[in-house]
């Protein structure tokens, strides 16, 4: 790729990553949330080697490794790089590659890709995930995820006049670098037209309120509505899906 765009898709990352990112509301109710999600996706994922696109945190990334997985992250934001570095500076079974989604090839083979929270950054995703097939080991698995633009609290702001439609890309969203929101029809395609075998793509925890209505529930009721998210899935704050090659 020409150094120009590549210093370009650099510039854009590193500013996208300061402004949501290790805030009050992602490291609280959000990360509250997401790690329901998170421990609903790991029972997707087999090793032992996991190719994770995407950091921020390491949440998902501590959960694997405590499972003993090998684990390769990608990451392109060089404040997340430099936290990843210094956070496991002293394990062995993690690889942390600073590249961007855009750029990186690998070579080696993977049992899972984890494609976290990260599509929706994407301008071009059906060429990425034809190349990343190529990352997967003949049975390997893709797992992608990502919020609903269809969600219950989603539509609740458009009704209330926060939000023009639940599709609209809303301004923090905009502020973190993503291009475009997906439900499971868009997603479902995208993942189709890229020759992966879809194995299924549902809806996971059911968000009423925004975030900061959220803050202080406690944790039985936030998994109370994981539960009853099983039962609305088009109206869940995340979906995720499973892939193979075929």
């Known amino acids: 790729m020409d150094d120009i765009i590549k210093n370009k898709i650099a510039q854009r990352v590193d500013h996208n990553s300061e402004s949501y990112y290790f805030s009050d509301q992602q490291l ?3 990360n509250r949330t997401k790690k329901l999600v998170m421990e609903q996706t790991l029972r ?4 032992p080697n996991v190719l994770e696109l995407g950091f921020v945190d390491g949440m998902f990334t501590d959960m694997m490794l405590e499972h003993g997985l090998n684990v390769t992250v990608v990451e392109g934001a060089k404040n997340h790089i430099e936290y990843a570095i210094k956070k ?3 394990e062995k079974y993690i690889t942390i590659v600073h590249d961007y989604f855009e750029t990186f090839d690998s070579e080696d083979r993977f049992d899972t890709i984890v494609a976290g ?6 301008d071009n995703p059906i060429p990425f995930f034809i190349k990343a097939k190529n990352w997967l080991t003949v049975d390997g698995a893709i797992i ?3 919020p609903n633009r269809r969600s219950f609290h989603r539509r ?3 009704y209330l006049g926060i939000s023009i439609n639940p599709e609209a890309v809303t301004s923090l969203e905009k502020s973190t670098g993503n291009i475009i929101m997906y439900d499971q029809y868009l997603l479902r395609d995208v993942l189709v037209s890229s020759g992966l ?3 299924f793509v549902r809806g996971c925890f059911l968000k009423p309120l925004s975030s900061k209505q959220m803050e202080t529930w406690d944790d039985n009721l936030l998994k109370a509505f994981l539960e009853i998210g099983d039962e609305l899935g088009d109206y869940c704050w995340f979906l995720v899906a499973l892939c193979t090659r075929e």
């Open 28 to 30: 609280g109710l959000d």
């Open 44 to 47: 997707y994922v087999k090793g």
């Open 144 to 146: 992608v995820t990502t």
């Open 156 to 158: 609740i702001g458009a």
């Open 88 to 90: 496991y500076k002293r």
């Open 117 to 122: 929270d990260m599509i929706q950054y994407l």
């Open 197 to 199: 075998f879809v194995h």
